[in-house]
């Protein structure tokens, strides 16, 4: 069975920093799409950044320069640095992954930054 299990969420002061890790375990044969989702209350979970197998990153328009994903194919981890952080970056964060050619997703991370 395969799990997605995030850390790293918390409550930081608006400018601070923030990594977020999900490590995926169980019987995985192959990893393809890794990315970040956000939903903040009374919204629609967004697409954060994601990252192919290949290591090249997308992000959404609102978090360019902001954030930066990253992923260790040998530890089947994709990680999401988040600096500058501001009150409306405030959502829980989920983390989502193309494994086995099925989609997976975490159990999310609340991040909340205080202004």
């Known amino acids: 069975q395969v799990q997605l299990v995030e850390s790293g969420g918390g409550l930081v002061q608006a400018g601070g920093s923030l990594r977020l890790s999900c490590a995926a375990s169980?019987?995985?044969?192959?990893?393809?799409?890794m990315g970040w989702y956000r939903q903040a209350p009374g919204k629609q979970r967004e697409l954060v950044a994601s990252?192919?197998?290949?290591?090249?990153?997308n992000y959404a328009d609102s978090v360019k320069g902001q954030f930066t994903i990253s992923r260790d194919n040998a530890k089947n981890t994709v990680y999401l640095q988040m600096n500058s952080l501001k009150p409306e970056d405030t959502a829980v964060y989920y983390c989502n992954a193309d494994i086995n050619f099925l989609s997976y997703w975490g159990q999310g991370t609340q991040v909340t930054v205080s202004s």
């Open positions: 169980g019987s995985i044969f192959s990893i393809n799409y």
């Open positions: 990252i192919a197998n290949d290591g090249r990153p």
